[in-house]
């Protein structure tokens, strides 16, 4: 399958401070999709995008659909101790998702 | 309105031994996809079934691992004669459709340990 980037792997949050990861990619996909997971749990579909430039916001989520296709972030704004967990970017063009390696958001002590 | 449906959660096998995981997809959808993930690591594509058809098993070792969605009942995932490697989670998603807006819900996985 395709590999995709995603970076940070890891971050450590206060609460109250927005965060920020992103997803490149050497294709282009028509369908960026961003998950998150808890342990123990499967993946948790938080956002999904269809159109290279969207804008999509999910409550304190917001993701962006790159206007090359290549490319995905996803913003939290005001992060509370629950959105603790691990952020998956996935593209797709049809049912095949590819996934990025994730995101391990971590409260700071 | 239950989600996708996995069983066991956990399973434990020696090696040589057979792994059977289930699936059941979110009511309403037909289309059922295999995902393995290993430890720190994103999921990787296994395989895509309909009700009765394999549609793509291109991420499926070509030797000991099997899936089925029957007509009746969950799909199912089969490995024969488990291996150390093959101790991993595994995830099953469902959705309603295929192509352009294919949002896939996943189940909790299956954690499968091989001693």
């Known amino acids: 399958g395709q590999q995709l980037n995603q970076s940070p792997q890891s971050m450590f949050i206060q609460e109250g401070e927005d965060v920020s990861m992103n997803c490149t990619s050497s294709s282009i996909f028509n369908t960026w999709l961003w998950y998150k997971q808890e342990p123990g749990e499967g993946p948790v579909l938080l956002i999904a995008?269809?159109?290279?430039?969207e804008l999509t916001s999910n409550g304190r989520l917001t993701a962006q659909f790159g206007i090359t296709r290549k490319d995905s972030f996803l913003n939290i704004s005001a992060s509370i101790p629950s959105d603790v967990g691990i952020y998956f970017c996935?593209?797709?063009?049809?049912?095949?998702?590819?996934f990025g390696a994730g995101t391990t958001v971590t409260v700071r002590a | 309105n239950a989600g996708v449906m996995q069983n066991p959660r956990h399973l434990v096998r020696r090696r040589g031994q057979e792994a059977r995981l289930r699936c059941s997809p979110m009511k309403g959808h037909s289309h059922v996809y295999w995902y393995r993930q290993l430890p720190e690591e994103g999921l990787k594509f296994m395989v895509y079934?309909?009700?009765?058809?394999?549609?793509?098993e291109s991420g499926m070792p070509k030797e000991r691992f099997s899936a089925e969605f029957p007509k009746e009942g969950p799909s199912i995932l089969r490995i024969q004669q488990v291996v150390r490697g093959d101790s991993a989670a595994y995830f099953c998603?469902?959705?309603?459709?295929?192509?352009?807006?294919?949002?896939?819900?996943f189940g909790p996985g299956t954690r499968l340990t091989v001693l």
């Open positions: 079934l309909q009700k009765e058809n394999i549609i793509d």
């Open positions: 995008l269809y159109k290279a430039g």
């Open positions: 996935a593209g797709t063009n049809d049912y095949k998702l590819s």
């Open positions: 998603a469902s959705s309603p459709r295929r192509g352009e807006m294919n949002e896939q819900f």
